[in-house]
């Protein structure tokens, strides 16, 4: 019998590969179609431009969620912020890094998964020797930034 600590993971890991499998990728694509596609294709059609550190890249939307892949070079950061309107799922896929929950500083591998409910600060280190890739779904849908830091 599953915990229920087991039994959430397992959804939220089920909800995720179903968002990704289920939507397109967007740039104006109709999510009335279903894909699937490979990380490594989503990055590959999306190089990381000149001079970033980290790139947010949309793979689909529609009026209930929107899907990301987050790339994060070695050594890229992304403060203390929290989302007003949206919850957001996180699974790490590849690289090594650190999340700020709950005020303390976590180290991430690639299977983990974080939850972040909305108004809950959260930030981002890439403290690893590789790119971090993060599959990231927000509910609703974000269809504007939604991205309040800290002073």
């Not at 959804?11 to 740039?27: D, M, R």
């Not at 403060?79 to 976590?106: M, S």
């Not at 930030?123 to 930034?145: C, H, Q, S, W, Y």
Request: glycine content about 6%; aromatic content about 8%; cysteine-free.
């Amino acid at each position: 019998m599953l915990s229920k600590r087991n039994t959430a993971i397992l959804g939220i890991i089920f909800f995720l590969s179903a968002s990704f499998a289920t939507f397109v990728l967007a740039n104006g694509a109709d999510t009335t179609w279903q894909i699937i596609t490979h990380i490594d294709e989503v990055l590959k059609e999306n190089p990381l431009p000149a001079g970033k550190k980290s790139q947010l890249i949309k793979i689909a939307e529609d009026e209930t969620i929107s899907v990301f892949v987050v790339r994060m070079m070695p050594g890229a950061k992304l403060g203390p912020h929290y989302h007003q309107e949206h919850d957001e799922i996180e699974y790490v896929i590849r690289g090594t890094a650190q999340l700020l929950v709950n005020d303390k500083w976590v180290d991430i591998k690639p299977g983990s998964i974080h939850f972040n409910p909305m108004r809950k600060v959260h930030a981002a280190r890439n403290n690893g020797d590789e790119p971090l890739i993060v599959l990231i779904a927000f509910t609703p849908a974000m269809k504007e930034t939604d991205r309040h830091f800290l002073k």
